[in-house]
């Protein structure tokens, strides 16, 4: 007998697994606007093609930070180590220092792509300005603050929207509620 119920409830388990692999589970998740940083950078520090990918770093100098729910700056001193691949697809890895309005200073991991033309990402690399349209740029930032007021940061997953200028990024950070 309990061999039988347990396998029937193997078998509810598994109707259950299979009913939601077939279409949505739950509600999209919605975002929420959080704030956007600045972030000035240097001249790119090229390494070379190495695995079949353009290896570069992307030197922080600062910017600022604005929004609803954080401001303060970007600290000098982080980075963006970028692969550029051919087809269009360049990886980045980047990390760096915001510091609060009230001084607290919290790390950010920001991992992403952007995706665009051979033409558009020549004209990316050579610090030119292009439309924002003509590329997909997005990131999942992590934050890595101390305890305190900006501990929410650690609570909630986040996805940015980057915006490249000849001397800056512009990154739009989402609350994924």
Do not use: C
Not at 112 to 139: L, Q, W
Request: proline share 7%; hydrophobic share 40%; aromatic share 10%.
């Amino acid at each position: 007998m309990m061999r039988l119920m347990r396998g029937a409830g193997a078998a509810v388990l598994a109707a259950s697994v299979a009913g939601s692999a077939m279409g949505q589970s739950a509600p999209a998740p919605t975002l929420t606007y959080a704030f956007s940083a600045r972030i000035d950078v240097a001249a790119p520090v090229e390494q070379g093609t190495i695995d079949g990918g353009r290896k570069r770093f992307i030197p922080i100098t600062g910017g600022s930070v604005s929004g609803p729910r954080f401001s303060g700056t970007v600290m000098s001193g982080g980075g963006d180590w970028q692969t550029i691949y051919p087809g269009g697809l360049t990886k980045l890895h980047a990390q760096y220092f915001l510091k609060a309005s009230d001084g607290t200073v919290i790390g950010i991991t920001n991992d992403g792509v952007r995706v665009a033309s051979a033409e558009v990402t020549a004209k990316i690399a050579r610090g030119e300005a292009v439309d924002p349209g003509s590329y997909y740029f997005r990131a999942t930032p992590v934050f890595d603050p101390p305890p305190g007021a900006h501990a929410w940061l650690r609570t909630k997953t986040f996805v940015g929207r980057g915006v490249r200028q000849p001397d800056h990024v512009i990154v739009d950070f989402y609350i994924v509620e």
